[in-house]
């Protein structure tokens, strides 16, 4: 048995189902009809969602679909960081949504002193963008694991546990 056992909070979202979701929704924008006629366009790309359209009220039908797709395909709307609607050439809006992987900075030191503060025994250490959380007690482990889902809605980001050693 190690003398140290291990997990990593990471955020992370599986690409596959996102690009799923995205088809999902480009396929209801074209025979939706409220949607049918708003030369609506949805550009994912590696790093971003790019949604444009006709007009603020069809951005946001299309962005809540978009989020109810995601939704329903197992993924976080946190993964989402929009950013603000943007006037584009002739009378369209766009409205970009930058895609969330990894814990920033400041979310792993406030993750790491939530852990310490409640867990003295437990050593949280940043390792890049995974936050690697080890002890000597499995069950401090799984403490630490129920005190950040409880705290997850504080972050702006996704968390998952994973290479629980």
């Known amino acids: 048995m190690p003398a140290e056992s291990t997990f990593d909070i990471v955020s992370d979202f599986d690409r596959q189902e996102l690009i799923n979701a995205v088809d999902q929704a480009r396929r209801e924008v074209a025979t939706r009809y409220d949607l049918k006629d708003t030369k609506t366009e949805i550009v994912l790309s590696e790093k971003e969602l790019t949604i444009t359209t006709e007009s ?4 946001t039908a299309v962005r809540d679909l978009i989020q109810t797709r995601a939704l329903r395909r197992n993924l976080s709307i946190k993964i989402f960081k929009f950013g ?5 050439s002739g009378g369209r809006v766009r409205q970009v949504a930058l895609l969330q992987r990894g814990i920033p900075e400041d979310v792993a030191k406030k993750l790491a002193k939530l852990i310490r503060d409640h867990f003295p025994k437990v050593q949280p250490r940043i390792q890049g963008d995974v ?3 080890g002890s000597k007690s499995r069950d401090e482990l799984q403490a630490v694991i129920r005190l950040v889902k409880e705290h997850q809605d504080e972050f702006a980001i996704p968390l998952q546990f994973t290479n629980y050693r």
Do not use: A, G, K, Y
Not at 56 to 59: A, D, G, V, Y
């Open 56 to 59: 603020e009220m069809h951005l």
């Open 84 to 88: 603000p609607i943007q006037e584009v």
């Open 131 to 133: 936050l690697r959380v």
